[in-house]
């Protein structure tokens, strides 16, 4: 049983483990801005690059690219690497809770925006703060409910 | 107009849960085995330890999986009465729903009967490890 890990037909894409912990300290910090001058236009911002990182992958959003770029040619020690697949997935469901978010902002009911900013940007600080990948937590259940 | 109250709520909040699960990973519970169920060679495909079973459920989808089958393949080469089996979740949903099995890595310690004493969410520390193993007689 040990072939699960080698066994799959999709190319694995692996990536520095520290890029999407850079990400989810930008991306606290963006959506805290969002969350206390209510500006939707931020959370649209921040919304775009959730699109970005769900669809390409983490490692193309301005974050990744600002990894790779300017961070990571300053750091010590030897990168751990990580699939893309879990990332990009937490990518997705910062998407999903923006679009809610900005749905509520543009139909004028801002409770929506609070709540749904502020969950987007607890699982932004626990990842951030704790290296809590809510994505990977929530996967397996998702799984469970949907399959027969 | 800015609004602190909301994002005070948010962070205190979020801290104390990520304390709260940091402390949980990893941990070896007790009380969250089904009561009446037993694993066996037939179930999992391979034979069981002759003492105990580390049953790792792991995903493809997992980065923290890789860590533990390492930590834990590589700590029964020197334990011979204990076998580590690695399951994937995803092909296994019917055991998943019968052990209840909410997140991978999830590691199930079972004794030769197949029944489980323990489980770790998360990646488990050699001391907890070792500790769990040596109680299972």
Request: glycine share 6%; with cysteine; aromatic share 8%.
């Amino acid at each position: 049983m040990s072939e699960v890990l080698e066994n799959r037909e999709v190319a694995k894409i692996y990536i520095d483990a520290r890029g999407p912990r850079f990400a989810a300290i930008i991306t606290t910090i963006v959506l805290a801005t969002a969350l206390v001058t209510q500006n939707v236009w931020v959370l649209v911002a921040q919304g775009v690059v959730f699109l970005i990182g769900a669809v390409k992958g983490p490692q193309f959003t301005p974050y990744g690219v600002i990894f790779k770029s300017a961070i990571k040619p300053r750091l010590k020690g030897v990168a751990s690497t990580e699939d893309v697949r879990p990332p990009k997935f937490a990518q997705a469901v910062g998407f999903v809770f923006a679009l809610v978010a900005a749905i509520g902002a543009f139909a004028g009911v801002d409770l929506v925006f609070t709540i749904a900013v502020g969950a987007a940007l607890a699982a932004a600080f626990l990842n951030a703060a704790f290296n809590y990948c809510l994505g990977c937590e929530i996967y397996l259940l998702l799984v469970r409910f949907t399959s027969k | 107009m800015k609004t602190y109250l909301p994002l005070a709520i948010v962070i205190a909040l979020s801290t104390a849960y990520g304390f709260w699960w940091k402390a949980n990973q990893g941990a070896i519970r007790t009380k969250k085995a089904v009561p009446g169920h037993r694993l066996s060679a037939e179930i999992l495909g391979e034979a069981l330890g002759t003492r105990a079973t580390m049953v790792q459920f792991s995903s493809a989808f997992c980065t923290p999986c890789r860590a533990t089958h390492s930590l834990l393949s590589q700590m029964v080469e020197s334990i011979k009465d204990v076998k580590h089996i690695q399951v994937d979740a995803e092909s296994h949903l019917e055991l998943v729903r019968e052990l209840d099995i909410r997140s991978t890595p999830t590691t199930l310690f079972v004794n030769s009967q197949g029944i489980e004493v323990g489980r770790a969410a998360g990646t488990p520390k050699r001391d907890q490890v070792l500790a769990a193993l040596a109680n299972i007689v």
